[in-house]
């Protein structure tokens, strides 16, 4: 809950040098219609039934500066919308949610000890982690691209 009001408040504000960085690679990454999105700004791509999961432009713009990531841990069985991590900023802190079901695979080794990658390369790079889907059908119930940037105007 904290997020979402975070994300309120900062709706607004112009965006840092870096959320521009990391939407400007989104926009031109070749995976980018191969994304889904929660209403929490989660997004996860699928290859092979694995999704690897991570924060949005617009998540990690409204945090800041993301200084210290709590990822689950491999082999763990999760559900969509289950808490499953956790992110702290110099602004604010904030749980991070599953946006599909199955059993964590893989975590960013490297975003844990270097969590300003979530800022610069929020689609490539600092991804956080990865997921055998238990079932693929949940993609149906999360955002395309187009219903994502539609959802963000809107709120």
Partial sequence: MVVC?????TSRLARSS????CCA????STEHKARFYTKKHEWVSVSDNIGTVGISSYAQDALGEVVYVQLPEVGKQ???GDECGA???VKAASEVYSPVSGTITETNKEVESKPALINKSCYEEGWLFRVKL???EELQ???DQAAYDKY????
């Fill in 18 to 21: 870096l959320g521009a960085q």
């Fill in 25 to 28: 690679r989104a926009l031109y």
């Fill in 152 to 155: 963000l105007e809107e709120h």
């Fill in 141 to 143: 119930q999360l955002m």
């Fill in 5 to 9: 009001s975070v994300f309120r408040v």
């Fill in 87 to 89: 992110l702290e900023s």
């Fill in 134 to 136: 238990a079932s693929p």
């Fill in 78 to 80: 999760i559900a969509a």
